[in-house]
């Protein structure tokens, strides 16, 4: 049912692993607070400019929806550099293997940075992978901080059914880039992560993760 296929592929645009909503990793997750009046801090070009990044992911993942000859070689090559252009890859990384991030070498940080992006990039392909109607709106764009915005974006199905996505953006050499996603406004992607990522880094560390995600 395309309602069904709704709530599978919002999953996927979490741009990570297949979630299990575990207590543990529900825990760890902050909502992020109710819009709020703009405040002085972040200009409105710089609003302008997080939300236009997510309509434009918004767009390219309609695009290989539709195209029904892609294939999902073809998705993954067209999503690629769309995903590594719109998320931090490096920064989220980075967060998800948290204390061992800093026990690793230089080389085992990039094998891993590869990984989590082609892992990614896998997700979105595999889940985004037919078109039946469904529409990618954004509902509004808020500051979350002096570093970053909120861009609060709804996916709505063939049957009416919707979807509630908050992206979390932070600007990173002048470019704004999505750093977390909020499943239905509250569950974080990067919490989520990290808590199944967990057992996986204290037996192997980030070279095992790394083999892991590969092997996904």
Do not use: C
């Amino acid at each position: 049912m395309a309602s069904h296929r709704l709530t599978t592929a919002a999953a996927g645009i979490l741009t990570g692993v297949l979630i299990a909503f575990s207590a543990a990793a529900q825990q760890q997750d902050a909502p992020l607070p109710e819009p709020a009046p703009p405040q002085v801090h972040q200009t409105q070009a710089a609003l302008d400019a997080a939300k236009t990044v997510v309509e434009q992911f918004h767009k390219t993942l309609l695009s290989t929806m539709k195209d029904d000859k892609l294939g999902f070689e073809g998705r993954f090559k067209w999503l690629s550099p769309a995903v590594r252009e719109t998320f931090n890859i490096p920064f989220m990384a980075e967060i998800t293997s948290g204390i061992y991030w800093n026990r690793s070498s230089e080389d085992e940080r990039k094998k891993y940075i590869d990984a989590f992006g082609d892992m990614s990039t896998a997700t979105y392909a595999a889940r985004f992978r037919n078109y039946t109607g469904e529409a990618f709106d954004v509902l509004g764009v808020q500051e979350e901080g002096r570093n970053s915005i909120v861009v609060r974006a709804e996916i709505t199905d063939s049957d009416g059914g919707h979807t509630q996505l908050n992206y979390l953006l932070r600007n990173f050499n002048g470019a704004w880039q999505v750093v977390d996603i909020y499943f239905n406004g509250s569950i974080s992607e990067l919490a989520v992560r990290k808590s199944d990522y967990s057992s996986i880094l204290k037996n192997g560390g980030i070279s095992g993760l790394t083999t892991a995600l590969n092997a996904k």
